[in-house]
Structure formats: structure tokens, C-alpha cells
T-cell receptor
Framework: AQSVSQHNHHVILSEAASLELGCNYS??????LFWYVQYPGQHLQLLLK??????LVKGIKGFEAEFIKSKFSFNLRKPSVQWSDTAEYFC??????????FGAGTQVVVTP | DGGITQSPKYLFRKEGQNVTLSCEQN?????MYWYRQDPGQGLRLIYY???????QKGDIAEGYSVSREKKESFPLTVTSAQKNPTAFYLC?????????????FGSGTRLTVV
């Protein structure tokens, strides 16, 4: 069975710092990869997704992610975070059947 | 507007009672999913259905049941066999035919056992 691992459960950083959240998956077949964000009290929102092509994917709000097939990784990055980036971030993977599996999430707190 | 409607938003249940959470979509999506969200555990898949009259267990199906009699509807029943049902439940739907491989999420139901 496929699984999704997010390396950090909690991250605290200051405004303007760079952010990188790790995500690894265990599935040998073709996958589609996603990062979702959930702001406090709000619904899940898609940040970015990767299906094929350029492994460096740019999403909304200045986020990007890099797919490294050899490492089964899809890490999320943002060069300079803002207080408004405080949220929970979820990595998700679909297999060839389209079943969407989520990681446990990373709570990110950005301090002013 | 197309989307997913989950009802009710908040639900209280006494121990030992079954309760059914509603999920309706008007997106014409083939696949529908139920997730449970707990703090620190992310979203865990309970059941999913790729097509009408067919569904499969997810990672934590014990104590839950579903049906998929209509394409638009995928109700989840939390039975008395579910030992720790208090959680936030999210329904989602998906269509491979969507240009953005779209997964759409409902607004969720918060179930509390009292």
C-alpha cells in the first residue's frame, strides 16, 4: 500500500525566513503529487500539483515544489514566508487508481 | 455553482448510536471519498467509491459503512462499533476528466460523541 510521509509535524520560523517542507511517498508506479494548505478555520486549498513534465512546479502564493523521482520526494519550498503563511500543509499522492492519500500534515507557524 | 455539500456542519451523537453524514455533489464526478481528520494525523481515508454501486475500504474503515446508490451521493454511517468517532469528517470528489485533475472538498462535518 502506498504511504506519504511528511518529515516535520511542527515548524516555527520568523517572517522572511525560507521554508522547506519534506514529503516522501512509497509507491513504485506512476503518481500524481499535490500540496494542500489549510489556513486556520478554513477549508483545504490546493497549492500546487505535479502530473508530468518539468519537475519544478510553481503554485500559488509564491510556493514551489520539486519532484525528485529517484528519491520519491516532493518537497515544498517558499523563499520568504509571511505571517499569513501560518497554516497546516499537507502533501498528497494519488496512485494509478486515483486514490488520494495524505500525509500527516505539517503545522507551520510564522512569527512576526 | 457546482460543488460538494456536506451536512450537517456540526453533529452530536450519544454513545452507542449510529449516525449518518451526508455528502452530495453536483459536479458529475465519478469518484467520491470520505476522510477523517484528527490533529497531528492528517487526513486518513475511510472509504472511497470510483463508480456507482461500488466502493472500497480505505485505511481506517472499521466502524464505518457507506453506500453509493447514486452518482451524486455518498453517505457515511458512523456505527456504534467505531471506538473513537469524535473527529472532523471531509468528503471529496474527483474526476479524471477534469482539466485540472480536480479534487473538490466539502466543508466538513464535525462529529462529537457526548
Amino acid at each position: 500500500a502506498q504511504s506519504v510521509s511528511q518529515h516535520n509535524h511542527h515548524v516555527i520560523l520568523s517572517e522572511a525566513a525560507s521554508l522547506e517542507l519534506g514529503c516522501n511517498y512509497s509507491y513504485g508506479g506512476t503518481v500524481n503529487l499535490f500540496w494542500y494548505v489549510q489556513y486556520p478555520g478554513q477549508h483545504l486549498q490546493l497549492l500546487l500539483k505535479y502530473f508530468s513534465g518539468d519537475p519544478l512546479v510553481k503554485g500559488i502564493k509564491g510556493f514551489e515544489a520539486e519532484f525528485i523521482k529517484s528519491k520519491f520526494s516532493f518537497n515544498l519550498r517558499k523563499p520568504s514566508v509571511q505571517w499569513s503563511d501560518t497554516a497546516e500543509y499537507f502533501c498528497a499522492v494519488t496512485d494509478s487508481w486515483g486514490k488520494l492519500q495524505f500525509g500527516a500534515g505539517t503545522q507551520v507557524v510564522v512569527t512576526p | 455553482d457546482g460543488g460538494i455539500t456536506q451536512s450537517p456542519k456540526y453533529l452530536f451523537r450519544k454513545e452507542g448510536q449510529n449516525v449518518t453524514l451526508s455528502c452530495e455533489q453536483n459536479l458529475n464526478h465519478d469518484a467520491m471519498y470520505w476522510y477523517r481528520q484528527d490533529p497531528g494525523q492528517g487526513l486518513r481515508l475511510i472509504y472511497y467509491s470510483q463508480i456507482v454501486n461500488d466502493f472500497q475500504k480505505g485505511d481506517i474503515a472499521e466502524g464505518y459503512s457507506v453506500s453509493r446508490e447514486k452518482k451524486e451521493s455518498f453517505p457515511l454511517t458512523v456505527t456504534s462499533a467505531q471506538k473513537n468517532p469524535t473527529a472532523f469528517y471531509l468528503c471529496a470528489s474527483h474526476s479524471e476528466g477534469s482539466s485540472n485533475y480536480g479534487y473538490t472538498f466539502g466543508s466538513g462535518t464535525r462529529l462529537t460523541v457526548v
